[in-house]
C-alpha cells in the first residue's frame, strides 16, 4: 500500500503543492491597465489553442517544451525544439492561450520522471518503458494511451479523483505563475485556460476553456476533467460555478468538429428530444465562438452539403474518413452536424422553432499544435507534434492518433490563427471581443478583414472615415443586423498579409431559412482582382485568378491578385421575412503549402496525388439578420 500512495504521490505531483502556492502568490500583484480606444482599431493575432509538456499526448509524442519555453516563442524569442532544431516566428503573436488537456494535466510527465521500482501497473509500467525506449516506443505509448481514454481503459491510478487533486493543483499553480509573468497587458497577452477533451467513443467533442481572469481568481479552481461524460453539460456547470464562487468570467471554443461524426452540431439535445430554447440559450452563451481551422483540417464546409461551392472542401482530406480516433468510420449523412456552415443554417433552424439560436457563433482560427510552438507558416511548419518536426519522412509517412491507420502527414495542415479586433491587447479586451463575436480565422495567413453591416451603405462611404461610419450606422461581424428599410448592404474591406500573398477575391456567404423551415445557402463573388480587366463573371463564376506558383523554389509571384480588396455590397435576393446570416472569406492567390517547401528541403520524390499548392483563406464571424419582431 505504502508503494501504491508513493507512486500516486510521484504520478500526481502533490509533493510541491506548497511552493507553487508561494510561487503563485509571488508573481501575481496585478499589472499596469491599458488604455482602451473607443472602438476597435486594431486586429490582434493570436493562438488559442497550444499544447506543451503539460498535455499527456505532447509528452508521449516528443515534447520537452514547458510554458515558459512556448511562450517566449509566442512572444517572438529563438528557442530550441524537442528535436534540438532552431525555431523562430517571422513576427511575434499578440496573445497566446496555453490550451494543455485537463485530462492527464502533467501525468504522463509525471509517469517517466517516476522510479520503475514504484510502479505496480502492468499497463503503466508498459507505457513507463515504452516511453524510455525511444521515439517510436515514446510514441506507441501515447497511441495507446489515447486508445484507452477514448474506450475508458485507462489505469485506475490515473483516475484516481483523489490522488489526481493534490498532483493537478500542484502543476496548475506552477503553469498559472508561468502565465502570469509573461502577461504583459499593451505588449503580449498570456491567458489562462486548458482543454477539456471531451469524446463520444472516438469523436471529438473538445472545447478549449479561457479565464478572463488572472491567477488569483483563476487559481481558485482546478481544470475540469472530461472521464466518465459525453455531453458538454457538465463543462458547463463548471464555468457557472466560477462565475457565482469569483465573479469571474470564462468561454468555451469547440474545435475540430470535422471529426465528431455529426455530434458537434446536432438539431437534438444530446440525449435525444427536441431542442428546447433553454437549451439553445445555454449553449450560445457559453461556446460564443467555434475554431474554424487548424492543423486537424478545416471545418468551413464540406462539398456533401455545398456542391455548388468550388471552394468547398479544404482541408477535409483525410479527416472526413472517420471520427478523431478512426474508431467510427464518417457516412455522408454524419457530415451536416460536423460542418460550421451547416450549423449556422441550423442554428437558423432551431430559431425559427424555438426562438433561440444555438449556433449563432463567431469564427477563428488556432494551431493545435502540440510541440509548443505557435506556428502556422507554410515554411516554417513544425508539425503536429514534436515526433513530425521538420525531417524527410513527415509528409508521407502515416499519421495517426490513436492505434488506427487512414491519415498521413499531407493530410495535416499549416493552420490557423485567431484575429481579434479589441480596443486593446489585454485580457480583459480580447476576451470581451470574443465574447461579442468581433473576431475571424485564417488559415495562417495575417490577412486584415472588416465588414459591416447596415441600411443605408453607399460606396462614397469607403471614401472617408467608414470604421467609425461602420459602428455609427450599423453593426460589425458577430452582430445580428435588426430589420430595416430596403435590402442589408455591407462595407467589406480586405487586405493582404503585409508579407504574404495578394488576394484573390472576396465572397459573401449567405445562408437562410424559408417559411417551410428548410435551410438554404448561396455563395456571392463581391470584388475580385482585374475586375476591370479580363476577369469578367460568366455563368455566375468568376474566372480562376491564375498561378505564379513555381515548385522548383518553391516560391510565387504577387504578379496576379490584389494587396487589398473593398465593396460595398447588397443582397440582391433580400427577403425581409427570412432570417439570415452573412459571413465572408477571402481568398489568396494559388502559394506553395507546407508539403512543397519539404519536397525541396529534403529533395524528396512525392505521390503525385498530394498537393503542392492551396489557396489559403480567411473566414469573418458572421452577421445575423433577424426579421421584424424576432
Request: proline fraction near 6%; charge should be neutral; glycine fraction near 10%.
Amino acid at each position: 500500500m505504502r508503494k501504491k500512495i508513493a507512486l500516486a504521490a510521484l504520478l500526481l505531483g502533490s509533493t510541491a503543492l506548497f511552493s507553487g502556492c508561494d510561487k503563485l502568490k509571488q508573481v501575481v500583484t496585478g499589472k499596469a491597465e491599458v488604455a482602451n480606444t473607443a472602438y476597435p482599431e486594431k486586429v490582434f493575432w493570436g493562438d488559442t489553442h497550444l499544447h506543451t509538456n503539460n498535455s499527456p499526448d505532447a509528452f508521449g509524442f516528443g515534447t520537452r517544451l514547458d510554458s515558459e519555453q512556448a511562450l517566449r516563442f509566442a512572444r517572438g524569442e529563438e528557442v530550441f525544439s524537442s528535436t534540438g532544431q532552431k525555431a523562430k516566428l517571422a513576427r511575434p503573436l499578440d496573445f497566446l492561450v496555453i490550451s494543455d488537456h485537463s485530462d492527464g494535466f502533467a501525468t504522463v510527465r509525471n509517469l517517466y520522471e517516476a522510479p520503475r521500482s514504484m510502479i505496480d501497473d502492468p499497463t503503466l509500467l508498459r507505457w513507463y518503458d515504452l516511453l524510455h525506449s525511444g521515439p517510436k516506443g515514446s510514441m506507441q505509448a501515447t497511441a495507446e494511451l489515447i486508445d484507452a481514454k477514448a474506450n475508458d481503459k485507462l489505469p485506475p491510478e490515473i483516475l484516481d479523483a483523489k490522488a489526481a487533486e493534490a498532483r493537478l493543483r500542484n502543476d496548475w499553480l506552477s503553469h498559472i505563475a508561468t502565465v502570469e509573468r509573461y502577461n504583459e497587458p499593451g505588449n503580449f497577452t498570456a491567458f489562462i485556460g486548458f482543454e477539456y477533451t471531451l469524446m463520444n467513443a472516438g469523436r471529438n467533442l473538445h472545447r478549449n476553456v479561457i479565464f478572463r481572469d488572472n491567477g488569483n481568481r483563476a487559481s481558485t479552481v482546478l481544470p475540469l476533467a472530461s472521464f466518465a461524460t459525453t455531453i458538454p453539460d457538465g463543462l458547463w456547470d463548471y464555468m457557472d460555478a466560477y462565475a457565482k464562487k469569483t465573479g469571474g468570467q470564462t468561454l468555451a471554443i469547440p474545435h475540430n468538429s470535422n471529426m465528431s461524426n455529426g455530434r458537434m452540431f446536432l438539431m437534438t439535445e444530446p440525449l435525444g428530444g427536441p431542442m428546447s430554447a433553454e437549451y439553445a440559450r445555454r449553449r450560445a452563451a457559453h461556446e460564443p465562438v467555434v475554431e474554424i481551422t487548424q492543423i486537424k483540417g478545416d471545418s468551413e464546409a464540406h462539398p456533401f452539403m455545398s456542391p455548388n461551392d468550388e471552394f468547398s472542401g479544404y482541408g477535409t482530406a483525410g479527416w472526413e474518413l472517420g471520427d478523431l480516433m478512426m474508431v467510427e468510420k464518417t457516412t455522408p449523412e454524419m457530415y451536416p452536424g460536423s460542418y460550421v456552415r451547416e450549423a449556422l443554417k441550423r442554428g437558423l433552424m432551431v430559431e425559427q422553432r424555438t426562438g433561440a439560436n444555438p449556433y449563432a457563433f463567431g469564427v477563428i482560427g488556432s494551431t493545435d499544435s502540440h510541440t509548443s510552438l505557435a506556428t502556422s507558416d507554410e515554411d516554417n511548419y513544425f508539425g503536429k507534434h514534436s515526433g513530425v518536426e521538420p525531417g524527410p519522412t513527415r509528409a508521407a509517412e502515416a499519421q495517426n492518433l490513436g492505434t488506427r491507420s487512414g491519415r498521413f502527414g499531407w493530410n495535416y495542415l499549416a493552420s490557423g490563427y485567431a484575429a481579434v479586433w479589441a480596443t486593446s491587447n489585454s485580457r480583459e479586451a480580447l476576451f470581451d471581443a470574443m465574447l461579442r463575436k468581433e473576431v475571424y480565422g485564417t488559415t495562417g495567413p495575417r490577412m486584415t478583414l472588416r465588414v459591416f453591416g447596415g441600411w443605408d451603405f453607399k460606396a462614397e462611404d469607403l471614401q472617408g472615415d467608414w470604421v467609425k461610419a461602420g459602428y455609427g450606422r450599423g453593426v460589425p461581424m458577430g452582430a445580428t443586423l435588426k430589420a430595416g428599410s430596403g435590402s442589408p448592404s455591407f462595407m467589406i474591406s480586405a487586405l493582404k498579409d503585409p508579407v504574404g500573398a495578394n488576394l484573390d477575391r472576396v465572397q459573401v456567404i449567405k445562408g437562410w431559412v424559408d417559411a417551410a423551415g428548410q435551410s438554404h445557402e448561396k455563395v456571392f463573388d463581391v470584388v475580385w482582382s482585374d475586375m476591370a480587366g479580363k476577369r469578367k463573371l460568366a455563368g455566375g463564376k468568376v474566372p480562376a485568378v491564375g498561378d505564379t506558383v513555381d515548385l522548383a523554389q518553391p516560391s510565387y509571384q504577387n504578379t496576379i491578385g490584389a494587396p487589398g480588396l473593398t465593396t460595398v455590397w447588397s443582397d440582391p435576393e433580400f427577403d425581409p421575412a427570412q432570417r439570415a446570416f452573412y459571413y465572408v472569406r477571402v481568398l489568396e492567390i494559388p502559394t506553395p503549402t507546407w508539403v512543397a517547401y519539404d519536397k525541396v528541403r529534403y529533395k524528396l520524390t512525392l505521390d503525385q496525388n498530394i498537393p503542392l499548392k492551396q489557396q489559403e483563406r480567411g473566414y469573418t464571424s458572421a452577421i445575423w439578420y433577424a426579421p421584424a419582431g424576432q
